[in-house]
């Protein structure tokens, strides 16, 4: 089966031939777990999202998403949202031949009790995982707008729990927690 490529400031990266995606990405948490979906289409885990519809909202977009890839039905007012990632060098190559460069919106939800789950086509599993699991999970390279390739990259960032997984040239995957918060760099 031909298997999605994803790049970040990586110059061998396919040009677009499709106009710019939009989509989201949901940090689903519950109980300090943080919901990954391992994909249908590669050997990557990702977070739960996908393509914006022409007629709906970003956070109408997290809910149907959501409910689509995981059966879990949450109310839209239930999505905070957290950031937009918008940097130009991401892309997707899809097997279908259509290559996008992707602009996601990141939602997070909390989540008071533990959801029953269902896989849809697009994954081949769903599992919730401790921040300390995150670290050894190859991830798909869609989120990040860090330079590791810039001369004053390490003297800014301190990325803690470094992986190999996503490395391109701009670096790999990390994760920290600070307070409550988890913080998930998926390069």
Not at 11 to 36: C, D, F, K, S, T
Not at 125 to 136: M, S, V
Request: glycine share 8%; net charge negative; hydrophobic share 35%.
């Amino acid at each position: 089966m031909a298997q999605a490529k994803f790049y970040y400031k990586d110059p061998a990266a396919p040009r677009p031939n499709r106009p710019n995606h939009i989509g989201v990405a949901v940090l689903l948490e519950w109980q300090g777990r943080y919901l990954m979906e391992y994909r249908a289409d590669s050997d990557f885990w990702c977070f739960i999202g996908g393509g914006l519809w022409i007629d709906e909202t970003l956070a109408r977009c997290a809910q149907r998403e959501t409910r689509e890839e995981t059966g879990i039905c949450l109310p839209e007012t239930g999505f905070q949202f957290v950031r937009l990632y918008d940097d130009p060098s991401r892309i997707a190559a899809y097997p279908d031949g259509n290559v996008l460069r992707v602009i996601t919106a990141l939602y997070r939800v909390a989540m008071a009790e533990e959801p029953a789950l269902v896989c849809s086509e697009e994954s081949r599993a769903l599992r919730f995982f401790a921040p300390q699991e995150l670290a050894g999970l190859p991830v798909a390279t869609t989120i990040g707008n860090h330079d590791s390739l810039n001369a004053d990259y390490m003297y800014h960032f301190n990325n803690p729990n470094a992986t190999d997984y996503g490395t391109t040239q701009a670096g790999g995957d990390y994760y920290y927690s600070y307070g409550p918060g988890l913080f998930i760099v998926l390069n």
